[in-house]
């Protein structure tokens, strides 16, 4: 079985500054996704930035970037020029390759930008 | 269009009603899926529908009903429902790696 763990169940940063998520996870595949979607209130789950397992490179998306460390099963968001708009609950999430997409979400964690 | 949309929004519905929320996606995409959310808690899956196929019931009680009746629109019948059953519905569509979510329905059961 697949289990993601979000150990920062609320977390807060100062507007313009740079904010990191953690994130693990657990599974015995060698061929998976990893995911992290923002929910804001506006309830609507929003891909941020998706990483394939086999790729070494961190995946980027504007101010978002991830920290892969496939061995330690870990992966990281960062959000750098943190912006009110980024305040939401972020989900990670695994998906093994080739199985209907099927979502192991982690608990979530509650970033606050406190202007 | 990235688009899945959720029909209604809000639904405040009796224990003896019967009720259906409704799910459309035009982007080809072959799975769709029904998640249920509580407060602060991640997404939790309900049943996965592959090429109109049901293929994964998550053990979700039989007053939760869902339907696929093409490719484009996944419907979930509401029946007999319980005040615990209360949460946002959540439905997904995806291709390949992605998933795109709707905005959800917030169901309340009184």
């Known amino acids: 079985a697949q289990t993601v763990t979000q150990s920062q169940p609320e977390m807060s940063v100062q507007e313009a500054e740079t904010v990191t998520l953690s994130c693990t996870y657990d599974t015995s595949e060698s061929n998976y996704y990893l995911f992290w979607y923002k929910q804001p209130p506006s309830r609507q789950m929003i891909l941020v930035i998706r990483q394939e397992a086999y790729k070494q490179q961190n995946a980027t998306e504007n101010r978002f970037s991830v920290n892969f460390q496939k061995a330690a099963k870990s992966f990281s968001l960062k959000i750098s020029d943190s912006q009110l708009g980024d305040t939401a609950m972020y989900f990670c999430a695994f998906m093994k390759k080739n199985t209907g997409n099927q979502f192991y979400f982690g608990t979530g964690t509650s970033l606050t930008v406190i202007p | 269009d990235t688009e899945v949309t959720q029909t209604p929004k809000h639904l405040v519905m009796g224990m003896t009603n019967k009720k259906s929320l409704k799910c459309e996606q035009h982007?080809?995409?072959?799975?769709m899926y029904w998640y249920k959310q509580k407060a602060k808690k991640p997404p939790e899956l309900m049943f996965v529908?592959?090429?109109?196929?049901?293929?994964i019931n998550e053990s979700v009680p039989s007053r939760f009903s869902p339907e696929c009746p093409n490719s484009s629109l996944l419907n979930l019948h509401l029946h007999a429902l319980q005040p615990e059953d209360s949460a946002l519905y959540l439905c997904?569509?995806?291709?390949?790696?992605?998933?795109?979510f709707g905005q959800g329905t917030r169901l309340t059961v009184v």
């Open positions: 529908y592959s090429y109109e196929k049901l293929s």
């Open positions: 982007m080809g995409h072959r799975a």
């Open positions: 997904a569509s995806s291709q390949e790696e992605e998933a795109f």
